[in-house]
């Protein structure tokens, strides 16, 4: 069963950080491309950025300001490092695997549940 599980959400002061993770069953990252999005209360929802099948290039929407980081190892997961998070930062993240890089979050076949991130003072 293909499943992908996020992890690493949580409750932060701003300019606080967090590390996301996205753990792959049941089929090999190495395969796809991953994306992160995220959605907040009454928005849509946005993409952060993906990284490419071999890691080798990784495309970083202007939503997080230079303030995301995308990665992934060896071990079926990908990252998703965040500093100095900001109030408007608060939304359920997700990531998201596809054959194909691109921005487009119907592009994307599989998904994960999603993992609160809440940035308060």
């Known amino acids: 069963q293909v499943k992908l599980v996020e992890s690493g959400g949580g409750t932060v002061h701003p300019g606080g950080s967090l590390r996301l993770s996205c753990d792959a069953s049941?089929?090999?990252?190495?395969?796809?491309?991953m994306g992160w999005f995220r959605q907040a209360p009454g928005k849509g929802r946005e993409v952060i950025g993906y990284?490419?099948?071999?890691?080798?290039?990784v495309y970083s929407a202007a939503s997080m300001k230079g303030r995301a980081t995308i990665s992934r190892d060896s071990t079926n997961t990908v990252y998703l490092q965040m500093n100095n998070l900001e109030p408007e930062d608060t939304a359920v993240y997700y990531c998201?695997?596809?054959?194909?890089?691109?921005?487009?979050?119907?592009?994307?076949?599989?998904w994960g549940q999603g993992t609160q991130v809440t940035v308060s003072s």
């Open positions: 998201a695997a596809t054959n194909t890089a691109t921005i487009n979050a119907d592009d994307y076949h599989y």
């Open positions: 049941g089929f090999t990252l190495d395969y796809y491309a």
């Open positions: 990284i490419v099948k071999n890691g080798g290039r």
